[in-house]
């Protein structure tokens, strides 16, 4: 099982960036799967996740108006499109696959290797 996060890197503050994550070992069509993040120094912070039918979805206040997630069941892929990013954004983002959407860490099941975000002012 694994999750392969893709998307990260340098952006100007006011840019966008879009984060994709591919699953594979298995079907996670009836997972739950989302986004987290982790600044240095700082704990694990969730972002935002989506329910296995795409119809719910969940995000953190500091990402509410400025980031989307999105699913693509058949392909086994999430993705978080990020607009406006800001310098507090600069983390590095997991994808994460779990059996609801919950805001602590420890309740997701998978999680991908990261991708760095940074966010410049």
């Known amino acids: 099982v694994q999750l392969q996060a893709s998307g990260g890197g340098l952006v100007q503050a006011g840019g966008s960036l879009r984060l994709s994550c591919a699953a594979s070992?298995?079907?996670?069509?009836?997972?739950?799967m989302g986004w987290f993040r982790q600044a240095p120094g700082k704990e694990r912070q969730f972002v935002a996740a989506?329910?296995?039918?795409?119809?719910?979805?969940s995000y953190a206040d500091s990402a509410k108006g400025r980031f989307a997630i999105y699913r693509d069941i058949a392909k086994n892929t999430v993705s978080l499109q990020m607009n406006s990013l800001k310098p507090e954004d600069t983390a590095v983002y997991y994808c994460?696959?779990?059996?609801?959407?919950?805001?602590?860490?420890?309740?997701?099941?998978?999680w991908g290797q990261g991708t760095q975000v940074t966010v410049s002012s």
């Open positions: 994460v696959a779990g059996t609801s959407i919950e805001l602590s860490p420890s309740s997701w099941n998978y």
């Open positions: 070992g298995r079907t996670f069509s009836r997972y739950a």
């Open positions: 989506i329910r296995w039918s795409g119809t719910v979805t």
